[in-house]
């Protein structure tokens, strides 16, 4: 006897065929051959989470890549003989190449092997930025470029990394996993200012902390392919891959289902003043302090080439231990709050903005008068923003179907960087030395125009928290459709509509022919 069966992947019958014992026979001999599932991919726990550990310990490497310049800064200045706008500029070539690549990762992460493109970015990272430390102070636009290429080689890491947790973990594993890997976020960027500074200090020569990071690069790469797998989409929810030989959305489609999913989008917007504020604090809070302490006569000014200051080790330490302290409260602080309240992971991230907000602001105008009360609520500030990291990640996977994740890292890693700290460290350095050109040329002056040029941040956050709420009214439809359509496509759910016998199958209920 020969029936039809739907592919709800092509919304289109193929022929079955029931052989005598009562079952049906392959694809080969007539039979329609049902898409591969997840309940074949059986990874043993243990390494699920020492996979877990070795994309962590890259995510940290990442980030140091990011701010290992910038805990130089002072010293890069003075050797290219650069001024402040030039010095953000840096900062900005680097995000503009990572958000001009993080498209391209994003597609391909959705259709190619990922673990081949995260060896691929390590190796391009590692090699840009230990070539960068024997360019010339004749060449400074050939170091620029060194940085973007770094920018390239982080994105890949970044688009795909989170895609990979996301499909070896679920619920409260995941959630948890995703509060560890993104505490290597400010412990990352920490210790790149520390491993800058205390370098620089110990040999006297701020280029052997870029030849330092290619070693530990190697090792990861090494871990990275031996210990990682690389597994199917929507493994750990047990979802269906696109059956072989069925038609894929290509990426406009994917945009397009990501431009209609409201969270997706002000969750990205969130993101982006998050980023704006990072980016510029990250890359100018060094030199802001160091400018503090001479205001306040504690240090004197630079005008050789190694400075020799401890701030960028002072910040480092402060990144780090809020980091953890952030991502670990936020983490937790989202696990329980969801039992009672399903809105809790974007009303956590808006309340820790709203709050950041006057602690920044404090920080700022209070540092020409007592560096120690600038310290406490700059502390207070990182450490409410670092509640956001694992948060927001957990908001992604939890409203974008599994096939189309990469794309969705890949857009909010562009929107983030074009709007948030790809300009921010530039406009923040330009605005600068807009204002110190129409003052008298002294220290105290210096502090002062950069003082002013970072009180946009504070308002940026603001915009950010509001964004957040605006995520928290759409939040739950827009899950609810992501656990809906999670078997298909992004569009499957245009292909059920047209097909009511697909339905049928999708929803897991008999059509009337079936029960025949």
């Known amino acids: 006897m020969s029936t039809e ?14 052989s005598p014992g009562g079952g049906y026979g392959a694809l080969a001999s007539g039979g329609c051959l049902p898409p591969p599932t997840s309940a074949s991919w059986n990874l043993p726990r243990w390494r699920a989470s020492l996979a877990a550990a070795v994309l962590c310990y890259i995510n940290l490497l990442n980030y140091m890549n990011w701010f290992i310049i910038p805990g130089v800064l002072l010293d890069v200045q003075k050797y290219f003989n650069i001024s402040d706008s030039h010095a953000g500029l840096l900062q900005t ?24 493109i995260l060896s691929f970015g390590i190796l391009l990272w590692s090699g840009a930025g230990l070539s960068s430390s024997f360019i010339s102070y004749q060449y400074s636009w050939l170091f620029f470029l060194s940085r973007g290429v770094v920018g390239t080689g982080a994105a890949s890491y970044s688009t795909i990394a989170p895609t990979v947790l996301g499909d070896l973990f ?6 948890c996993v995703l509060a560890v890997f993104y505490i290597f976020i400010p412990v ?7 491993l800058g500074s205390v370098v620089a200090e110990l040999t006297g020569n701020w280029r052997w902390a870029l030849r330092i990071m290619p070693c530990l690069d190697a090792v990861a790469l090494v871990l990275l392919i031996l210990l990682v797998p690389d ?14 030989g069925a ?41 802001f302090l160091f400018e503090a302490r001479v205001v306040h006569g504690l240090q004197l000014p630079c005008f050789q080439e190694q400075c020799g200051s401890q701030d960028s080790l002072i910040f480092g330490a402060l990144t780090v231990a809020t980091g953890i302290i952030g991502v670990i409260l936020g983490a937790e602080a989202s696990r329980r709050y969801k039992k009672v309240n399903p809105r809790a992971e974007p009303l956590i991230c808006a309340s820790s903005l709203f709050a950041a907000a006057p602690c920044l602001f404090l920080a700022l105008i209070l540092a020409s008068r007592t560096l120690l009360a600038a310290y406490v609520f700059l502390a207070l500030g990182e450490l409410l923003l670092s509640c956001n990291w694992a948060v927001v990640a957990d908001i992604l996977l939890s409203v974008v179907v599994p096939r189309c994740r990469g794309t969705a890292e890949a857009l909010q890693i562009t929107v983030a960087h074009i709007l948030g700290d790809a300009g921010s460290p530039y406009l923040t350095g330009l605005i600068s030395s807009v204002l110190q050109a129409g003052r008298p040329n002294s220290y105290l002056q210096r502090f002062l125009s950069l003082q002013h040029s970072f009180l946009c941040c504070a308002f940026a956050i603001v915009l950010g928290g509001g964004c957040f709420l605006l995520t928290a009214l759409h939040l739950e439809r827009d899950q609810a459709q992501a656990r809906q359509s999670g078997k298909g496509t992004p569009d499957s759910e245009d292909i059920v509509s047209r097909n009511p016998e697909s339905q049928g199958l999708l929803s897991s209920t008999s059509t009337p022919a079936e029960q025949s």
């Open 247 to 287: 038609p894929r959305s290509s990426w406009c489609e994917d945009v397009r289902y990501l431009g209609r999913n409201w969270s997706f989008v002000f969750s990205t917007l969130g993101v982006t003043a998050i980023g704006f504020v990072t980016g510029a604090l990250g890359f100018w809070a060094p030199k």
């Open 188 to 194: 990352g960027s920490g210790l790149g200012y520390v």
């Open 5 to 18: 069966c739907i592919d709800p992947w092509a919304g289109r019958p193929q022929s079955q065929t029931q």
């Open 93 to 116: 070539v680097f995000i503009g190449c990572l958000l001009v690549s993080a498209p391209v990762f994003g597609y391909l992460g959705d259709r190619h092997s990922r673990k081949a």
């Open 170 to 175: 679920v619920k409260d594993q995941r959630t």
């Open 231 to 244: 597994p199917p989409r929507g493994a750990a929810e047990k979802q269906e891959e696109v059956a072989v």
